[in-house]
């Protein structure tokens, strides 16, 4: 993973910050975040990475997950 210059604000957790991914030979822009600083009611965010669970795929028990349908997909 590599750091992103792209960023978002949370009116809930702060401010976020993105990674790009690099899958195979292949940079995915923008697949993960984290909230560096986040609002002191959410401070247990702080430093933990999210990805977008409509563009990666999930296995949950070895089971593969069925990727939501969303804004993001």
């Known amino acids: 993973m590599r750091r992103s210059d792209r960023r978002s604000a949370c009116p809930y957790k702060g401010f976020a910050r993105y990674f790009d991914v690099k899958v195979g030979d292949r940079w995915r822009e923008g ?29 949950v028990d070895g089971e593969l997950l069925e990727r939501p349908k969303s804004l993001f997909s």
């Open 31 to 59: 697949l993960a975040w984290t909230y560096p600083a986040p609002f002191r009611e959410v401070d247990p965010v702080r430093g933990l990475v999210a990805f977008w669970n409509e563009k990666v795929d999930l296995v």
